[in-house]
Every structure is written in C-alpha cells, then in structure tokens.
C-alpha cells in the first residue's frame, strides 16, 4: 500500500511554509461516476511537512495546496484574487513511499516526486 508525505518549501522568504492548508482527495477510477472523496486534509507542520497516509490505496490522487491564503497571512499577497490561489498537483501511485514536494512563492511554483 501506498504512503504519502508533503514538503512545502516557501520560495519567497526561503523557509519552510509553515500552516499550509492541504487536502488531498482521492480521484474515481475512469468510468465510474463517483465523485472524488477527501482522504486527508490539515495544515503543515513548523518545519512544512505533513504526513498525508501511509495505508493509502493505489490509485489517482489530486493534493491541493492553499497557496494564496498562505501568502495573504503572511502580508505578502493583497490583491484579490491572488494570482495564485490553490494549487492541485495530480498524480498516480501504485505501492510504495511517495513523496511530494512543493516549492512555492506568491507567483509560481514547481513539484516533483521526491524521495
């Protein structure tokens, strides 16, 4: 069975984004109708990081990241809407670790599949 983890890493102020909000929500297999369902949600930890499962099933998966609020908190972004307001990173897991890291700032942002 799959396990997930996250690091947010704050471009703008170089430092870890701290208190994130995250949901991660699991995408229906193509063909059924099911609507997607949320598997895990909170805010990440001191150091950006978040544990989103470590039992978690093979499938398509969908992590949201609420990068404008983050910035708008922190006095950075005051314009509405932000240019950047959530940012959904999709990907396909099977078995094993993955681990997804997002660099972000108020005004781009990149992933990848960590380790």
Do not use: I, N
Not at 20 to 40: D, N, Q, R
Not at 64 to 72: K, L, N, R, T
């Amino acid at each position: 069975m799959p396990r997930l983890s996250t690091h947010v890493l704050d471009t703008y102020h170089g430092a870890p984004a701290a208190g994130m909000t995250y949901a991660l929500y699991k995408l229906p297999e193509p063909g059924f109708p099911a609507e997607p369902y949320l598997a895990a949600s909170g805010f990440t930890d001191t150091d950006g990081r978040a544990l989103l499962g470590e039992d978690l099933e093979a499938g398509v998966y969908e992590l949201v990241f609420w990068v404008g609020e983050y910035f708008a908190k922190r006095g950075v972004v005051t314009s509405q809407p932000p240019f950047l307001d959530t940012v959904p990173v999709r990907f396909g897991m099977t078995e094993g670790k993955y681990h997804v890291p997002l660099l972000c700032s108020p005004w781009s942002y990149s992933t990848y599949r960590g380790s």
